[in-house]
């Protein structure tokens, strides 16, 4: 295959025409083009280097791997370095072979990290556990490229046995070893950077990033479903505070100063989560171009997708140059930043209409194993006429909570929500067959009636459920229960669901069949009074314990900022 082109060379910040040989998938020969050749290109428009995800977990799409890869393409995504830590908690090691070998059927590069906290700690009930031989065994495979992000922070700071081996495990093989750190600074950072530990995406401010930065990380930037950091990381008048504060203002030139504030400063632009009806409307392709809408500069964006993951996990891509892998898409313009056509290793998948290859269905076997769920066993009981509780206050867009706390009306012993003051009841059902539940309030959804009920909870993935109605709660669970998993909505007015059969995560469908199927649920949840953007996506981090301050499990309300259970009802 040959061809001229104009491409974008990653490694020189510079485009100029080239005539491109491609041979076995590879980059064979790149051979600039004199300015004064006067020759008619082959290709209309620019060639970049695919993008790649540099952090995602697959799961959170709702989609097989070959069925994400079908819709990644055509957003000019070739590349992604997943975690399988979801599944890893549903169906431990059986689960992450099965994302490899589902991910193996189509032209699309999936690279994977070791799922480092399965579960990601020891208080809630998971479906598996890996220890440090499960760890070794996937590190020793080609597929996994990296040690998966260490949520278990606390563990590393006090030093313990099971994550320090693990952390052993990864420098033997000479894997990075991915991060998971929200708001730690300073000697406790210290102590979490000395195992090594290299790259972090949960950075939600400026300060953060720039004090962990300064310490030796890689900071990826999150644009995800429900955590948006984008904005706060690429903030342009604290790039300009922060450069204005450093010893070489007003020394360096004008020009050099005026590149360094187009800067990104930061290392990765990634996904983590993306829902698919995000999905849909594009992938890296448009936080690129978001990014250069919040005044980063689009080459500077660019290679945060491209050449900087591929040299810090030593991925064979990343840019267009001779012995690289042929992953390539063409774009209009780096104004518009439109996909005309995607290429993985020299072959075309998207012709800028149609994915060029097919995606296999899966047969799911049940992974919820609980049983069907009373009214009853929704209530708060307390002996007394009104109590004080302890609440999760949840925002929009974020995965950090606070804790609140709200006096509640007790009726018939039965503690009741405050419809008013936004105070709805939330409860963890244990999916894995010991039958654990959990009962608690939280504050930020305002559903006025009903409830909605997700089997996607992270990272143990029990069934989560927020409503006002004991009764409609039980309907909500009963009905993923029934559906093998997924979301349900259950109100006096309406109900629906979309199943997720497959680990409780995920959907043979494509997916613009799953994301009209979320949006048809998430006008129903506004119906009944929600106003978060992403309902679903929002509730499942309601059970990630390792995301402060308070969150959930099937065995009881958490406190993540003491690192230890905490009474629903205060004493």
Not at 505 to 522: I, R, T, W
């Amino acid at each position: 295959m040959e061809f001229t082109a104009y491409i974008l060379d990653v490694l020189t910040d510079s485009a100029y025409p080239a005539r491109i040989k491609i041979e076995d998938g590879i980059f064979k020969e790149i051979t600039p083009i004199s300015a004064d050749c006067e020759i008619e290109l082959d290709v209309e428009g620019l060639l970049l280097p695919g993008f790649i995800d540099s952090h995602i977990h697959i799961e959170s799409s709702m989609l097989t791997p070959a069925q994400f890869a079908k819709i990644a393409v055509m957003h000019g995504t070739t590349s992604v370095v997943c975690d399988p830590h979801e599944i890893a908690n549903v169906c431990g090691i059986e689960g992450i072979e099965f994302m490899i070998e589902n991910a193996s059927q189509v032209p699309f590069n999936f690279y994977f990290s070791a799922p480092s906290c399965v579960p990601a700690t020891s208080f809630e009930t998971s479906g598996a556990v890996l220890d440090s031989e499960d760890i070794e065994f996937l590190l020793k495979k080609d597929e996994v490229v990296a040690l998966g992000e260490m949520m278990n922070f606390p563990g590393v700071i006090d030093g313990d046995v099971e994550v320090i081996e693990k952390l052993e495990l990864a420098r033997k093989y000479k894997k990075p070893i991915d991060g998971h750190a929200p708001l730690l600074s300073g000697k406790e950072l210290d102590k979490y950077l000395e195992q090594y530990i290299i790259t972090d995406h949960e950075c939600s401010n400026f300060s953060e990033a720039i004090e962990k930065k300064q310490k030796g990380m890689k900071i990826m930037v999150r644009d995800g479903s429900s955590a948006k950091n984008m904005e706060a990381l690429f903030d342009f008048s604290q790039r300009i505070e922060y450069l204005r504060n450093q010893d070489s203002f007003g020394i360096i030139p004008s020009e050099v100063l005026e590149r360094r504030i187009h800067s990104p400063i930061f290392d990765f632009i990634v996904s983590d989560d993306k829902h698919p009806n995000d999905l849909i409307k594009g992938h890296l392709n448009k936080s690129v171009k978001k990014a250069a809408e919040l005044g980063v500069d689009i080459i500077k964006a660019i290679e945060m997708v491209t050449i900087n993951p591929a040299a810090h996990y030593g991925l064979e891509a990343g840019s267009i140059v001779t012995g690289a892998k042929a992953d390539f898409v063409v774009i209009d313009n780096l104004i518009d930043f439109n996909i005309l056509k995607t290429y993985v290793a020299g072959r075309c998948v998207f012709d800028g209409e149609k994915v060029l290859f097919d995606a296999p269905e899966v047969d799911a076997r049940n992974s919820i194993k609980t049983t069907k769920k009373t009214e009853e066993d929704f209530e708060v009981y307390f002996d007394g006429d009104e109590c004080e509780v302890n609440v999760i206050e949840c925002y929009n867009g974020e995965l950090l909570t606070s804790k609140s706390g709200a006096n509640l009306k007790v009726i018939n012993g039965v503690v009741k929500p405050d419809i008013y003051d936004d105070i709805l009841k939330i409860s963890v059902v244990e999916r894995y067959g010991k039958n654990n539940m959990t009962n608690a309030f939280i504050k930020g959804f305002g559903l006025k009636k009903g409830a909605i009920a997700s089997s996607v909870a992270h990272d143990s993935h029990n069934i989560i459920v927020v409503g006002y109605d004991s009764a409609m709660m039980a309907e909500a669970v009963n009905t993923i229960i029934e559906n093998k998993g997924g979301f349900a909505i259950a109100s006096e007015d309406f109900s629906e669901s979309l199943s997720l059969p497959i680990a409780g995560l995920m959907s043979n469908e494509d997916a613009f069949v799953v994301a009209n199927k979320l949006e048809v649920l998430h006008k129903m949840s506004q119906a009944l009074g929600c106003k978060l953007d992403s309902p679903f996506m929002t509730m499942a981090f309601m059970a990630l314990l390792v995301i402060p301050s308070l969150k959930i499990s099937d065995l009881g309300l958490f406190d993540g900022d003491s690192f230890e259970f905490i009474d629903v009802i205060k004493n």
